[in-house]
């Protein structure tokens, strides 16, 4: 039930909403269909700029908003759509009217779609444990360090999701192999100019998590594959 005014900032006196609080953190948005679309459109510039400016009649002020987005969303109204094991109850036409409430210039801006499928009994009973999160923290850390020590001279950019244009062509070079791989991939999905650089980007922090100094085609194939 979130307003404008309340997730991007506003008011008679202006003031910063969620994703200015949210500033170099998280931004957790739950049920993602279920926020106002209006609400949700003006998230677009914002994610883009990493600042949102709010104008009034004596003046405008800008507030930074270079925050994380994580949403999570049910497939459909009932939840059950694509499951293997329970049927879904949604009309065709209502699955898609719910999936259209996030739009397509919103969903070409979130880098990484995973689709969460249901988890058997025996994963759920076993006792088989996972990486540690000081083993994932650890290497995190080193992909981090090596992104602090690329971004030395530009005082505005401490990561890989930071780079403009400039520094993608300087840091994202590809193989000709992985250059034939993109050009397969924009002609098949129909990329956008946009998901082209968030993708060499993406695939330039996997290569960082994996100790490669150039970005392979294992590395670029992942980072593909995370596209809607």
């Keep these: 039930t979130i307003s404008h005014a309340g997730l991007v900032g506003g008011g008679n006196v202006p003031k910063p909403g969620e994703i200015s609080l ?12 279920e926020f106002g679309t209006r609400v949700l459109e ?10 949102v400016t709010i104008s009034r009649a004596k003046g405008s002020l800008t507030f930074s908003a270079n925050f994380q987005l994580i949403a999570a969303m049910n497939p459909c109204p009932c939840g059950y759509w694509g499951d293997t094991q329970k049927a879904c109850t949604c009309a065709p036409a209502v699955v898609t009217k719910y999936q259209k409430r996030i739009s397509g210039p919103l969903l070409d801006r979130i880098d990484i779609h995973i689709e969460v499928p249901r988890v058997d009994y025996e994963k759920l009973s076993g006792n088989k444990l996972g990486e540690t999160s000081e083993s994932i923290r650890k290497r995190v850390q080193t992909a981090r360090d090596i992104q602090n020590q690329r971004f030395t001279n530009a005082s505005d950019i ?32 129909n990329l956008s100019a946009r998901a082209y650089h968030r993708i060499l980007k993406l695939s330039r922090t996997i290569a960082d998590l994996a100790g490669s100094e150039e970005i392979q085609s294992p590395h670029l194939a992942e980072a593909l594959q995370y596209r809607p």
Aim: contains cysteine; glycine residues 6%; aromatic residues 6%.
């Design 158 to 189: 401490v990561c890989n999701a930071d780079m403009r244009i400039g520094e993608v062509r300087q840091f994202c070079q590809l193989q000709p192999e992985g250059q034939s791989l993109m050009r397969a991939a924009m002609s098949q999905l």
């Design 22 to 33: 949210a500033h170099r953190g998280v931004l957790f948005l739950d049920e993602f269909p």
């Design 42 to 51: 003006v998230m677009r510039q914002p994610m883009e700029d990493k600042v």
